[in-house]
Each structure stands twice: as C-alpha cells, then as structure tokens.
C-alpha cells in the first residue's frame, strides 16, 4: 500500500502542476520513474520480471504516439504521467487507470459543453483524471 501512496504523491504533484500550469514537472515524473525501476531491482515492489515491466508501458508509449500524431494536441506531459504510472502499478491497473481517467474525462467534458461552460476547442488537463483513475485502479 505504501507504493501506491507513493505514486500518489508523485501523481498528486505532477496533477496539480497540469490543472494549474498546464505543465507537468517532468523532473517529478523521471524521479518517479526512478524510484519505481529502484524499487523494482531490489525487490521492493514484488519479483521484478522485465516483460511486465515492459508491457506495462504500452499506454504512455502510445499516449507518445499519439501526441505526435495529433500535433501535440495531446500532451507529452500525460505520456510521462502514463509511464511512471505503468512502472508502479503494472500493466492491468495502469489500462485501468487510463480507462477511467478518459471516461470520468470525457464525461466532465460532456457535462460542460452542454451547460456551455466550455467550447470546443478548450483544453482539459488529463492527468487530475489519471489520479481519480489511480484512486479507482488501486481501490478495485
């Protein structure tokens, strides 16, 4: 339990940086990641076997893809976030925590465009949902 609140830490930073800044402290994100393969190597998170590790990567490699296909319209800030989340949690609970953070997301965005809070063309920063997402992966 003490890993998932340290990524929580990390995540907690890194999210208020986005919904304030529009940024995320990659310097956050790397020791993160840093911590997560430390403790990976000596043990502290289980045994460490290198296809998990590597699997788990997947949705911040893709998030990567995507902002570059898109022209940056998705940031490479959440492919960061997705990594180190990946790194901490595995593979199933970090597709879990990419699944609900664009649900919860997406819904929030539906709910503003209808009530005409926001256009279409406003930017949403993702990483406030991937800590709700992390809150439901680790809780489930």
């Given at each position: 339990?003490w890993?998932?609140?340290l990524?929580?830490?990390?995540?907690a930073v890194?999210a208020v940086f986005?919904?304030?800044?529009?940024?995320?402290p990659?310097a956050?994100?790397w020791?993160?990641?840093l911590?997560a393969?430390?403790l990976?190597?000596?043990g502290g998170?289980?045994?460490?076997?290198?296809?998990?590790a590597?699997?788990?990567?997947?949705?911040?490699l893709?998030?990567?893809l995507?902002s570059?296909?898109?022209?940056e319209?998705?940031?490479?800030?959440?492919?960061?976030?997705?990594?180190m989340?990946?790194l901490?949690l595995g593979?199933?609970r970090?597709?879990?925590?990419?699944?609900?953070?664009?649900?919860?997301?997406?819904?929030?965005?539906?709910?503003?465009l209808?009530l005409?809070?926001?256009?279409?063309?406003?930017?949403?920063?993702f990483?406030?949902?991937l800590l709700?997402?992390?809150?439901v992966?680790v809780c489930?």
């Open positions: 339990m890993i998932e609140l990524l929580f830490l990390f995540l890194c986005d919904g304030l800044y529009r940024q995320i990659l956050v994100v020791l993160g990641m911590t393969v430390c990976q190597l000596y998170m289980g045994e460490a076997e290198v296809l998990a590597a699997i788990s990567l997947i949705p911040g893709g998030f990567f995507l570059f296909l898109s022209g319209k998705v940031g490479y800030g959440d492919g960061w976030a997705l990594l989340i990946g901490f593979a199933y970090c597709f879990l925590t990419l699944l609900v953070g664009l649900l919860v997301e997406s819904a929030v965005a539906v709910v503003l209808m005409r809070k926001i256009k279409r063309d406003r930017e949403i920063p990483v406030p949902f709700l997402g992390m809150g992966a489930l």
